[in-house]
């Protein structure tokens, strides 16, 4: 079992704001990153603690954290967003690192 | 730029190991963590494991102890991740990852350990 819990689906309609949690205890002492893939492709860095996004991955996307929750916001979502969104941090003892389950975002 | 190019698929027997390489370039091999991350089919991302690639040390998830050894050529800026005694659930895509403060900001294209007897 996942120490850090996300939904397994979401959806947003094109151009509207979708936000995906990660709840977890690790997380109120550690950040979240967060990564995008697509099928077929090796997982992607969008955004890890703090609003630091890589080069080349547009503003629309924003995280923050709330107690035990990360969350990831897709602001004006759009179709190459659809993907599967997983959260990432360690664990409760610091030691590991360990992955959310997974969301997968359908953009309609 | 950064780059990891990994090996290519393989298929295997229950019961033997197999060994996936990360080849690094574009930095220095050993200022970054590498991680290990595999996803079975149709399934999350699993973390398998972290090496440092400067003193060669590693922690691995409790899930695969003594099942995996993480190691490193730093005379070929090459990571490898062994994993012994297949079994049809380690049917799944490898990835190694490099770290910066913890976030793995670049991955490899992954490969595909296929176990089949």
């Known amino acids: 079992s996942s120490e850090l819990t996300q939904d397994p689906a979401v959806s947003v309609a094109l151009g509207q704001t979708v936000r995906i949690t990660c709840q977890g205890d690790?997380?109120?002492?550690?950040?979240a990153s967060w990564y995008q893939q697509k099928p077929g492709q090796a997982p992607v860095l969008v955004i890890s603690g703090k609003n630091n996004r890589p080069s080349g991955i547009p503003d629309r996307f924003s995280d923050s954290t709330s107690g035990n929750t990360a969350s990831l916001t897709i602001t004006g979502a759009q179709a190459e967003d659809e993907a599967d969104y997983y959260c990432?941090?360690?664990?409760?003892?610091?030691?590991?690192?360990?992955f959310g389950g997974g969301t997968k975002l359908t953009v309609l | 730029q950064v780059q990891l190019v990994q090996s290519g698929a393989e298929v295997k027997e229950p019961g033997a190991s197999v060994k996936v390489s990360c080849k690094a370039s574009g930095y220095s091999l050993t200022n970054f963590y590498m991680h290990w991350v595999r996803q079975a089919p149709g399934q999350g991302l699993e973390w398998m494991g972290i090496?440092?690639?400067?003193?060669?040390?590693?922690t691995y998830a409790q899930k695969f102890q003594g099942r995996v050894t993480l190691a490193r050529d730093k005379s070929t800026t090459t990571v490898y991740m062994e994993l012994s005694s297949l079994r049809s659930e380690d049917t799944a895509v490898y990835y190694c990852a490099r770290a910066t403060q913890g976030v793995f900001d670049y991955w490899g294209q992954g490969t595909l350990v296929t176990v089949s007897s």
């Open positions: 690790s997380l109120r002492n550690y950040y």
């Open positions: 990432n941090s360690r664990d409760s003892s610091g030691n590991f690192w360990v």
């Open positions: 090496l440092n690639p400067s003193g060669g040390s590693t």
